[in-house]
């Protein structure tokens, strides 16, 4: 991306981040070499039901960004509720950043950056391809591995790998 002179670029890249995994951070390193300012715009998702509480996926986030290597700018984590294109533009996004991990994800995500083109044509879709590292992690297989008791430290950190544990411990105890 070219920068104009005087002109910082904002990115977003948003999720439910229900718990965030490696393959996140992974695309959050990548994407903040491409902007002067990254925003982590965390989704509400009270309709996917989410595991962990805004609030919690929040402070995991920003826990795993402080202890980041090889940050390309200021990253910061804020919360969101409110139709994406919006928020972009409400912190003067110029880009929307999005991961693709299989061509499953690509359909859906052509057809996202579509409506929000048609919503705002000034804030572009940066698609960045997951590493083959990552392409099979999802935030729902490692929550569905750990429900069933298997070792999720390959694809999340020590802190979230953790808080996960702690999270279904207190769910079998309350069943």
Known sequence: MAKLENKHLIGVYPGSFDPVTKGHLHLIRRASRLVDRLIIA???SRRKGPLFTLEERMEMLKLDIE???EKGCLIEVRAFDNLLVEFARDVQASCIFRGLRA???FEYE???AGMNAKLDPGIETVF???ADKWQFVSASFVKEICSL???VGEFVTPQ???KLKKKYEKADKNA
Do not use: I, T
């Open 160 to 162: 979230v790998s953790e």
């Open 42 to 44: 965390v989704a509400h």
């Open 128 to 130: 960045l391809m997951a």
């Open 103 to 105: 061509v499953s994800d």
């Open 149 to 151: 008791g298997g070792d």
């Open 110 to 112: 052509f057809q996202m």
């Open 67 to 69: 202890n980041m290597n």
